[in-house]
Each structure stands twice: as C-alpha cells, then as structure tokens.
C-alpha cells in the first residue's frame, strides 16, 4: 500500500512538472477577439462594472469600453470576473539567472571586472528559463533583464515572455546602462576575521576612488566621442554612445545619501538622463 501511495505521488509531481515546462508561446492572433461582461480594471485608477468591454486585434488592445459585438470576432464571456492589465517586473535577473550562485552554468547574471558597458543582458536572456512560465501564470507580461556586478555592469532590455528566443522576446533593447554605486558607508564585516577576509582601511576612500574611477571612463568616452575620424575602435566608448546621445538611460543603483548626492554630481558634469 505503502509502494503504491508513493508511486502515485510521484506520478502526480511528474504530471505538474510537466505541465509546468510546456508553457509554449502562443500563435500568432487569427481573429479579432473581444473580452465582454467582465470588471476591468483598467490601469488608470478607473474600474469598469461589470459591463466592460476589451477589443484585441492582432496582437494589440484597440479599445477598452462598453460591451462590443463584431462579425467574425471571437466573443469570451467574462461576467463575474475581474480582468486586470498584464503587470510589468521592472528590476530582475529573470532569464540570466536559472538557479542561482551555486550553479555557475545557469548563471550569466554577472560579468568579470568592474568597467562593462559592453556587456548585454538581452543576448545572454534565456527565454526556456523554467521560471518564466510562474511570472506570466501569475500577471507578469513583460520583464526588465538587468544586469549585476561591479560598477558599470552593462545594458538592460525589457523582455515579453511569451517567446521562442531571446530575439522574439527584445521588447525595447539596450535602453538602460547600469551603474553599482560603491558603498559610501563604513560597515564593518563581522565575518571578516573569522573567514581571513581583508577589509579595506578606509571603505567610504576606497568608494570615492572607484566613483572617480568611473567619472574618468566616461571623460574618456566623451573625447573619444567628439573624435571625427577614430583611428581604432574601442568597444567599451562605443556602448555608451547612446547616453551621450540620451538615446540610453543611466540606472544607478544607490541606498543611502551620501551616494545619491554623487550620482547627481554625475548628472551635473555629464548631462545623461539618469534614473537613481
């Protein structure tokens, strides 16, 4: 009894884990398909009673109203339920990061060394990713894949998740540069002797000195920008050509004060939109 009672929990696991994985992006929309009857929420604040009315063609939402009719259209009947905007992660390692720091493969979430730029999330994204198949059953349509590491870390792209690879899941590609603020603060490390960890003499030095670390790449980039005729090309000036250009957007990732008031120090020397 025992033997069998296991082999039907097993069988119940396997059944979920699969139903789990074969998530598959959906085909391309054929006709017209209007949601009617349902309470939607539209994403305004402004909430629709029961008599809402979504039209969706091609891919694409036209109108949110009242309750439409069309030839040819594929009518769901959503009365007594609610109907809420696909929601939107905007901060994560969703398809860079598998199972974490334990498992070096699934892991492409961080780079080597401290000057990135011309590190991109979006090819490393891996659109398989086990995980994405709980965002999208819980809200989440679209993700922001940023990158993580030391100083200039790389690129961000917004991805939607209902895709084959990581081109069918580019939604808006290489918007945002992000840049780790190092810590402005003296936090000693309680573990440090224990575990033979040298810590710096002086944290909040040693942070300002990788902050002029940084303002001297981007003084650098900027000549290298102003050049007319560039005799070699140099990959890491030529990725932040888009925050020059405020094609791109600076994240700076910062937790306290004193780190805020350097990122705007950098606003006001380089004139990069930046999102702190």
């Not at 730029?117 to 993700?143: C, E, F, H, Q």
């Amino acid at each position: 009894m025992k033997k069998n009672l296991i082999i039907y929990l097993l069988a119940i696991l396997a059944v979920s884990a699969n139903a789990q994985e074969n998530i598959y992006p959906a085909k391309a929309q054929g006709k017209t398909i209007i949601i009617n009857g349902g309470t939607v929420h539209v994403g305004n604040g402004k909430v629709m009673e029961n008599n809402g009315s979504i039209v969706i063609k091609d891919g694409k939402i036209l109108s949110v109203g009242a309750a439409a009719d069309a030839n040819n259209a594929t009518i769901i009947n959503a009365a007594g339920k609610h109907i809420y905007p696909g929601l939107i992660l905007s901060s994560s390692n969703l398809g860079l990061q598998e199972i974490g720091s334990g498992v070096r493969g699934s892991n492409d979430v961080n780079e080597l060394g401290e000057l990135n730029p011309n590190i991109r999330s979006i090819v490393a994204y891996n659109a398989d990713s086990k995980i994405t198949n709980t965002l999208r059953s819980n809200g989440i349509l679209l993700a922001n894949a940023v990158p993580q590491g030391s100083l200039i870390a790389g690129t961000s792209s917004t991805v939607q998740l209902d895709a084959w690879t990581w081109e069918d899941a580019a939604y808006n590609k290489d918007y945002g540069m992000h840049f780790y603020m190092p810590s402005l603060f003296n936090r000693p490390n309680r573990f440090a002797a224990l575990f033979g960890i040298q810590q710096p003499a002086d944290p909040v030095k040693l942070g300002l000195e990788q902050i002029e670390k940084v303002k001297a790449f981007f003084r650098e980039a900027k000549s290298y920008q102003q050049q007319t005729t560039k005799t070699t090309t140099n990959l890491k000036f030529e990725a932040v050509k888009g925050l020059f250009e405020k094609k791109q957007r600076l994240f700076i990732h910062c937790s306290i004060v004193e780190e805020m008031l350097e990122a705007m120090e950098l606003v006001k020397e380089f004139g990069f939109d930046v999102t702190v």
